[in-house]
């Protein structure tokens, strides 16, 4: 079956520190990889996503590659700030273009302080 | 920016009773979805809608509950007889259908929570 597990959390960081979240997926196809953020009070946001191997998706300082080798997706910010502090979610849609359900990850809670 | 709209944001309702959650989509989107979040748990996919019919749905999209679109503008989820453990939150998303389901971004709405007593 698809399925996402990603680190648990909460993550707590320091201003400027390095992220690393790590996400790991299973899939019976060739399937599109996405990461959602999750701001207090609002809805799931997308943040970056790669549809195939080797593609790297980026988007505000976050990074993340699609490595079929080692079926991971994790995500790094060179320099967090408090304003990343959010749920993080790893997710992916089955292989094949007619299927858009995506199957989350748990989410990673993320506390970047002063 | 256009943007996925739900109402209402929390709903108390006892057990046995209907409730409709509803969703404005994004206009001209094609392609819509029900997720839900059981605190502390994973977001969990519903169902897919497209052109006034379901596409896809989980095993968790029972007889108990229906989708529609009654006009061009909403879409709503009916939970026929509530259960305790319907007890989540309710995201509805939608796509343009421009790239593919499989590699299309969802735009989320904010979410309804959703009590059961």
């Known amino acids: 079956g698809n399925s996402v597990t990603q680190m648990e959390g909460p993550v707590t960081l320091s201003e400027e520190a390095f992220l690393t979240i790590n996400c790991t997926y299973t899939?019976?196809?060739?399937?599109?990889l996405f990461w959602y953020v999750q701001y207090p009070g609002e809805g799931l946001q997308l943040l970056l996503k790669a549809t195939k191997a080797d593609d790297k998706g980026s988007n505000k300082g976050f990074e993340a590659t699609y490595r079929k080798e080692t079926t991971s997706f994790h995500l790094e910010k060179g320099s967090v700030q408090v304003s990343d502090s959010a749920v993080y979610f790893c997710?992916?849609?089955?292989?094949?273009?007619?299927?858009?359900?995506?199957?989350f990850g748990k989410g990673t809670k993320l506390s970047v302080k002063p | 920016e256009p943007e996925v709209t739900q109402t209402p944001s929390h709903q108390v309702t006892q057990m046995g009773q209907e409730v409709i959650l509803r969703c404005v989509p994004i206009s001209n989107h094609l392609y819509f979805y029900w997720y839900r979040q059981i605190l502390g748990q994973k977001v969990e996919f519903l169902v897919s809608?497209?052109?006034?019919?379901?596409?896809?749905k989980s095993e968790i999209f029972d007889d108990q509950f229906s989708v529609e679109r009654p006009d061009g503008s909403n879409f709503t989820l009916k939970i026929r007889s509530t259960k305790l453990e319907d007890s989540a939150m309710y995201f509805c998303?939608?796509?343009?259908?421009?790239?593919?389901?499989?590699?299309?971004?969802?735009?989320f709405g904010p979410g309804t929570r959703l009590t059961v007593l």
């Open positions: 809608f497209y052109n006034n019919e379901i596409s896809e």
């Open positions: 997710a992916l849609t089955p292989g094949g273009g007619s299927q858009g359900n995506l199957i």
């Open positions: 899939a019976t196809g060739y399937p599109s």
């Open positions: 998303a939608s796509s343009s259908g421009t790239s593919g389901r499989a590699y299309d971004t969802q735009y």
